[in-house]
């Protein structure tokens, strides 16, 4: 893949530097709870691209799985993982995870989360592909916003750390083979040279390389694409979940309608009012939501229907507003009574499975560069990532990156200041005739009509050309803010997405590929597809 080594020119010897014993990019769920665990002794410095609240870790509806129930087991959790991951897990990621799951959310109760409860114990739900209740939530269907608040509030007191928000992490820098800070750009252009021992990549997912989707606006794949091009390797790009519910009104941003609405037991109705889980999957509305937002696409398909409804109507109203006040007050919004009208929905991309590869303690294969959350493949997910995992994994792994950057901070002090004067990044081609938004809508609106829900060769090989085109003088050309940056790193992640998913031949998973509709374990097994190199290698 042909592109700049960096998006923006730079040049050493006049830029603004700072120096950070570990720099953390994203404030989400992973890079607080990475940042609050790097001992006081050492300088932390987290940088976030928009407002501190403004991370997919905050619009988290369903919760934090976690076994918590005497009915429950860790294996049930573990078994519930693999299962859903369609074989492509990896064990003993999965069992770590699980079992640290608990003592994760502890920690949360003690930074002052107020979970639900009930009868005096925090109150547990059920998503699809869990066995057993052991969801725990939070003000009923907004259990990010509550999460993130207590953490929010407990970073804000940390001695050691300092937040830059509005702070766009434009790359990451590297020297000799490591990765050494990020060029940074303060309050949309100033450019800052962040110099640090170690760093850990925390930026979250790229939702917005579709039309359809739940994440927000700042989901752009930035993390993704820097670590890319500064030599990282990253795999399971193709793996991009769709979220089976995603409220479809005209006018209405793509809302999530959390997992947990059917957890609770609402149905899934065809425009003729048919239920069409039951013969779809023996789990019903509880499978899997790779298998529901496929009996979705093909319900929609056989109904010549833009959507699906989410039937709530038998269930007790009272318990219903109790759970859901969030999505009642949106739904209100439009006139729909959730106790009593059916709810349009249909699924729209909600989480990136694949990304920087990481081992058992978050380390990427470029040294100095650690990775938790969305933006990382730590293999806990497999083929599909179970509801409510993913915000434990961001907690595990941001715990794990912190400890390991930590030591590796004070094992390796370097001289950063010896650094800085070797970097002359020169500029690339100018920015002239581009429509930046335009090209945005044009590949997010691809994305959805030719590598959706289900694929095949033809499109995929369209798709790649067609992506290919664009990045052949979107990449070349320099810009001077958020919006052109945003619009590289998109295409930076959508053609991994592409080429991974045109070369994994099979379906496994959220990858479904209509000329290769069975799993393929003989040929592809626990295989991964890793990205090919970036090109220029890492300077
Ligand atoms: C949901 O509430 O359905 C989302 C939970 C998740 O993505 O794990």
């Not at 694409?225 to 519910?245: K, N, S």
Request: glycine fraction near 10%; aromatic fraction near 6%.
């Amino acid at each position: 893949m042909s592109a700049n080594r960096y998006l923006v020119s730079f040049d050493a010897r006049t830029a603004y530097h700072r120096f950070a014993d570990v720099l953390v990019v994203g404030a989400g769920i992973a890079g607080l709870r990475a940042a609050l665990e790097i001992p006081d002794d050492l300088a932390v410095l987290v940088v976030t691209k928009d407002r501190v609240t403004e991370s997919n870790s905050s619009y988290a509806q369903g919760g934090i799985a976690g076994v918590r129930s005497p009915e429950d087991a860790f294996e049930n959790h573990i078994e519930d993982t693999l299962v859903a991951g369609d074989g492509l897990c990896d064990r003993a990621v999965v069992e770590h995870v699980v079992r640290e799951a608990p003592a994760q959310i502890e920690t949360l109760v003690r930074w002052g989360t107020k979970f639900d409860t009930e009868n005096g114990e925090l109150a547990l739900t059920r998503e699809g592909g869990h066995s057993h209740r052991r969801i725990v939530h939070a003000l009923g269907d907004s259990t990010g916003f509550e999460v993130m608040r207590a953490i929010i509030a407990t970073a804000r007191t940390a001695p050691n750390l300092t937040l830059w928000d509005d702070t766009f992490t434009v790359d990451l820098l590297t020297h000799a083979g490591r990765c050494v800070g990020a060029v940074v750009a303060r309050n949309g252009a100033g450019k800052v040279l962040v110099w640090a021992r170690q760093v850990i990549l925390a930026a979250g997912g790229c939702g917005m390389v579709y039309r359809e989707t739940t994440n927000p606006p700042v989901a752009t794949g930035d993390g993704m694409a820097a670590a890319y091009r500064a030599g990282a390797e990253l795999r399971d790009m193709e793996f991009m979940q769709f979220h089976p519910t995603v409220l479809y009104v005209a006018g209405s941003a793509r809302y999530l309608v959390s997992e947990a609405v059917r957890g609770e037991g609402a149905y899934l109705r065809d425009v003729h009012g048919e239920r069409f889980m039951p013969a779809a999957d023996d789990r019903a509305e509880l499978a899997p939501r790779d298998v529901v937002a496929r009996a979705i696409f093909r319900t929609m398909e056989r109904t010549q229907h833009p959507n699906v409804y989410l039937d709530l109507s038998h269930l007790d109203p009272e318990m219903v507003l109790r759970r859901f006040p969030g999505i009642n007050r949106v739904c209100r919004g439009f006139g729909l009574d959730i106790t009593r009208d059916r709810v349009p929905v249909r699924p729209g991309a909600h989480y990136m499975i694949g990304g920087v590869t990481v081992d058992a303690e978050g380390r990427t294969t470029l040294p100095g560069l650690w990775a938790a959350g969305e933006v990382s493949s730590s293999g806990l997910h497999g083929a599909n990532r179970l509801a409510s995992n993913s915000l434990v994994e961001g907690l595990v792994y941001g715990t794990a990156c912190a400890r390991g950057a930590a030591e590796a901070a004070r094992r390796e002090p370097g001289d950063l200041a010896a650094l800085p004067l070797k970097y002359v990044i020169p500029p690339a081609d100018p920015t002239d005739r581009l429509d930046v938004a335009d090209l945005t809508a044009s590949l997010r609106s691809l994305m959805v009509r030719k590598m959706g829900i289900v694929r095949d060769r033809g499109r995929l090989a369209e798709a790649e050309k067609d992506v290919g085109f664009w990045c052949r003088y979107a990449l070349a050309r320099e810009f001077d803010g958020k919006p052109g940056w945003e619009l590289q790193n998109l295409l930076t992640v959508a053609r991994l997405m592409i080429d991974a998913a045109r070369r994994r031949e099979e379906s496994r998973g959220t990858h479904f590929r209509s000329d290769f509709p069975a799993r393929d374990d003989a040929r592809w097994g626990l295989r991964h597809v890793v990205a090919p190199p970036a090109n220029p290698p890492a300077g």
